[in-house]
């Protein structure tokens, strides 16, 4: 998340009310409305269907389609690949139990609308509305709707976030890391409990896989690939990860 670009949302937001109508589909072929306050808190809109879902046509320049989100083992639709690529990083770095996109149009007090990208439940039990926008394609008029979107999520109580993209580098190791985490990929429990013992120091990535499998350094390569995406440990993201790559512990790993 860019800390800067939040601050700065935060800060817009105090101009706007918050005052809105908010809209979601229960199911595909029912819809609710509601003053935008605490109560939404009970309506589980992270659980509601998609408030659009665009039909595919020839020659578009969005990339519709749907997204695997592994934590809760469901396909989530997506209208573009920079959406698919920030659930990918909401599967990996968050611990989420519901995510849905599209979840909901907002009408604020003016009459403008927006339909927020995505909505998800967090394991802490917080709702959090997403939008995703690349920074170059960040206007005055995107950052005043995202302000407006605060100033309304504030009002609710969900929390609120703008994903703005990631440095090149680590969405390719994100991209790569994502081909790992089935459970097919896991180690044994004993062979991740000896490499978390063995790592009092950083290690080289090979050397991490050899402790995971001495007998099978491809499966030990897959299954480190595994406990990276899991974040049972942990690399440099903003550098290709090789042979040399060190690997540690994370903070919260029990061995």
Not at 107 to 116: E, S, T
Not at 223 to 242: E, K, Q
């Amino acid at each position: 998340m860019n800390k800067e670009l939040m601050e700065l949302i935060v800060d817009e937001s105090r101009r706007f009310s918050g005052n809105a109508l908010v809209q979601w589909k229960p199911t595909a072929k029912t819809k609710m409305e509601a003053p935008a306050d605490r109560t939404l808190l009970s309506r589980h809109l992270y659980l509601a269907e998609p408030f659009r879902k665009p039909k595919s046509y020839p020659r578009q320049r969005n990339y519709y389609g749907l997204y695997y989100f592994s934590q809760t083992k469901t396909h989530v639709w997506h209208e573009s690949l920079n959406e698919a690529n920030m659930m990918m990083y909401l599967d990996h770095v968050e611990s989420i139990t519901a995510i849905n996109s599209q979840p909901m149009e907002i009408r604020f007090a003016d009459g403008l609308r927006h339909v927020p990208d995505l909505m998800a439940l967090h394991s802490n039990h917080r709702q959090v509305v997403y939008d995703i926008k690349p920074t170059a394609k960040i206007t005055s008029k995107a950052l005043e709707q995202f302000a407006k979107t605060q100033a309304v999520c504030t009002k609710v109580g969900w929390g609120y976030e703008v994903l703005a993209g990631l440095p090149e580098q680590v969405q390719t190791n994100l991209s790569w890391l994502n081909y790992f985490h089935h459970p097919l990929f896991a180690p044994e429990r004993e062979a991740t409990s000896r490499l978390l013992a063995a790592l009092t120091a950083p290690a080289r990535f090979d050397e991490a896989a050899h402790i995971l499998s001495p007998q099978a350094i491809a499966y030990g390569r897959s299954a480190l690939f595994h406990l990276l995406w899991l974040r049972v440990v942990r690399a440099d993201m903003s550098a290709r990860i090789n042979g040399n790559t060190l690997i540690e512990r994370s903070p919260h790993a029990h061995a």
